[in-house]
């Protein structure tokens, strides 16, 4: 085996997105351990590291070489390759040729298709050094960048410029260019803290010397520990504790190399806007952490993690402070402005806001939206009054001051608005929650207003976005109408409403002015691209489920997705059953056999023509189950359903043993048939378990 070292290579750039840096740190790591394996050297452990300047990774005992290997080259038939003097044709002196070699040095190989010649050779093992430029470069371009940016003269492209290149296998310099720029040992420490270059000895020295003499801490996990520990040591000093640091702790771990914690204030006045506004004021402009007491109440007071070890940390906090204020004073300013006028008063401006070209404005958007889930509602014999209000309303808010300036505050300053206007809690609720939910893992509506006026928001906007022909390619999805989809599904499933999808669809489909797909293609599109939704979202639910088990239900295409929910759960229980595997490759059987016979309808059993006692086992077994299973259907009671059935296993089973379904006399034919589709039917109505393959 070839002698192995730890490999270290380090990227350094102008500052990454922050919001990125962890995703890329990760998916550079993984491209790059990819490569390797491809490329057939041995290796140990990966490990990823990144800071706002730098991707790096370290390879443990990376193989110097690749290991030789035997190489077999298959040459013609012997047949075609000698004639019948046994002298060499075209054919083989041409392999030969290919090979390097002569046709007396080709060996042959006996197969089940007869004699070939062959050419054995050993292929020399690359090595790591003259392999991995490419590995690296190819790692590099698989990044998931949106936007590539070019610097310089260079043909370069990377998300941000790139300064240096660190690439060491054990304490060897790999002599190459990464991007057109020459490869050596030496990074680059803090901005501010450090001055010239930092060599590094080899892999496992990088992040002792980077600390040391850099005042970097490359190692993101490490780093967001310390940004953690240090924010929360911050807010215990005044008396609180961070409010919703874990949606801050990547991002703020991404800005820095050398985390310094620091708390500072503002005025107490501020405090009286609403809750959501100075948490925004503060996390979203800032990356500062809001600090509440031990009963959620805020306090004047944020920390914020500095970049450096200031001799004068006062100043700094100073600055900080300075930046924050004018910001809340501007919040406080669209607060007291936005509140003199009710939100209702704002319905007409909405004429004058173009939501999407083709799709007529903000209120256009609004009026379909209410007619929806007003007749959503009414299909559930919801508070329809409450849901068309709140429709009238939910957009009000995105022509107000506040949401302008803080547009993460959509709906939610809409319900502040509401309320001061005299709209009712339930209102006001429904247009604080239609957004939800925003992203993955979100939280649901609450209120079933809310629910019911999110449903109706997101389908129109599917539907309005796939008629003007913009729904998502690849994997480019401006409208978010991928998250849009499984908002619905996962209300409609989360929360139980026991909603027709399809004829949701249609009418969200009715409702929209005229496109370029329209109709039932439109609301076929939406269909299709809904339940694609669907499948991944029961998959990523249940880790167990089978692509199959979910094909089984959705072939039926249940009416709601709370139906599919418990139909779907059914089917995972009937698998486990000891009866499923012989009942599943029975269904099959049988859906073969009438397909064949050309899927006969309107045949009935006729009990006269049942010859054999298995065939009048098998029917009398069939009218027992029936009896049984209605009432079942009725209640959606599905997995008792299948286990009903379970029992038809010994007579299914007594049925195919004995019977010849496909008779001479057309009469008992088409009666077996009649048999077997009674028996499919009784199946079906819960889900497709021809399609399961169990055993």
């Given at each position: ?97 290919r090979c390097g070699t002569s046709v007396d040095e080709l060996e042959r190989i006996e197969t089940s298709k007869g004699e070939w010649l062959i050419y054995k050779s050993i292929e020399q093992g690359k090595s790591a050094a003259e392999l991995l430029p490419d590995i690296i470069e190819r790692a590099l371009a698989a990044l998931p960048i949106p936007r590539r940016m070019r ?545």
């Open positions: 085996m070839s002698k192995a070292a730890d490999f270290l290579v380090e990227i350094g750039t102008e500052e990454l997105p922050p919001k990125a840096l962890r995703s890329l740190m990760v998916a550079f790591g993984e491209n790059l351990s990819a490569g390797i394996d491809e490329a057939r050297l041995s290796r140990g452990d990966v490990h990823t590291y990144a800071s706002p300047r730098r991707l790096a990774v370290i390879v443990n005992q990376l193989a110097s070489s690749q290991i030789d290997r035997a190489v077999e080259q298959k040459g013609p038939p012997v047949s075609v390759a000698f004639n019948d003097d046994n002298e060499p044709t075209p054919a083989a002196t041409a392999f030969a040729a610097w310089g003269a260079s043909d370069a492209e990377f998300v941000r410029p790139v300064h240096w290149i660190v690439l060491l296998h054990g304490d060897d310099v790999i002599d190459a260019s990464i991007m057109g720029i020459a490869a050596g040992r030496d990074s680059r420490g803090h901005r501010f803290h450090s001055s010239g270059p930092i060599s590094i000895g080899s892999p496992g020295d990088y992040l002792r010397a980077l600390e040391d003499k850099g005042h970097v801490i490359a190692d993101f996990v490490r780093r967001r520990g310390m940004v953690r520990e240090g924010v929360d040591a911050a807010a215990e000093r005044v008396g609180g504790q961070v409010v919703d640091g874990e949606s801050l702790y990547d991002e703020v771990a991404s800005l820095v190399e050398w985390p310094v914690p620091i708390v500072g204030g503002f005025e107490e006045l501020y405090l009286d806007l609403p809750r959501e506004v100075v948490v925004s004021t503060l996390t979203g402009h800032q990356r500062y952490f809001p600090v509440a007491d031990d009963n959620g109440k805020l306090l004047p007071h944020f920390v914020t993690v500095a970049n450096l070890e200031s001799r004068d940390p006062k100043q700094v906090i100073e600055g900080n402070e300075r930046v924050i204020r004018p910001r809340l004073a501007d919040a406080a300013f669209f607060w007291d402005s936005d509140r003199k006028k009710p939100l209702a008063s704002r319905e007409e401006v909405l004429r004058d806001v173009v939501y999407q070209r083709g799709l007529g404005s903000l209120f256009d958007k609004s009026q379909r939206i209410g007619r929806l889930a007003g007749w959503l509602a009414k299909q559930l014999d919801g508070d329809k009054d409450t849901v068309e209000r709140a429709a009238q309303l939910a957009k009000c808010d995105l022509v107000t001051g506040m949401v302008g300036e803080f547009p993460d505050l959509q709906g939610i300053m809409g319900r502040y608005y509401a309320i001061s206007g005299g709209e009712s809690e339930a209102v006001a609720d429904a247009i604080a929650e239609h957004y939800q939910p925003r992203f993955a893992g979100d939280e649901l509506p609450a209120s079933e207003a809310g629910q019911l006026l999110a449903i109706a928001d997101k389908l129109d906007t599917l539907a309005g976005v796939f008629s003007i022909g913009k729904k998502p390619s690849g994997n480019r999805d401006p409208f978010g109408l991928r998250r849009a989809a499984l908002g619905i599904l996962r209300i409609l499933i989360e929360c139980g409403i026991d909603a027709d999808l399809k004829a949701l669809i249609d009418r969200a489909v009715d409702e929209q002015p005229e496109g370029k797909v329209r109709g039932d293609e439109l609301a076929t599109e939406l269909y299709n691209f809904i339940t694609d939704r669907l499948r991944r979202y029961f998959l990523d639910r249940d880790a167990g489920l089978r692509i199959e088990t979910f094909d089984a239900v959705l072939v039926r295409q249940p009416a709601s997705l709370v139906d599919f929910d418990r139909r779907l759960a059914a089917v995972q229980t009937f698998a486990r059953l000891e009866q499923a595997e012989s009942l599943a490759a029975a269904n099959k059987r049988i859906a073969n056999i009438l397909r064949k016979a050309g899927d006969p309808e309107g045949l009935q059993v006729k009990t006269k023509l049942l010859e054999l006692d298995a065939e009048k086992a098998l029917h009398n077994a069939l009218q027992n189950s029936r009896e049984k299973v209605a009432p079942m259907l009725e209640q959606r009671r599905y997995a008792e359903i299948l286990n009903e059935l379970a029992d038809l296993r010994d007579p299914v089973d007594r049925f195919f043993d004995e019977v010849m379904v496909m008779a001479d006399s057309d009469a008992v034919k088409n009666n077996r048939l009649a048999l077997l589709g009674e028996l499919r039917a009784l199946f079906l109505d819960v889900a497709d378990i021809s399609r399961l393959s169990i055993g």
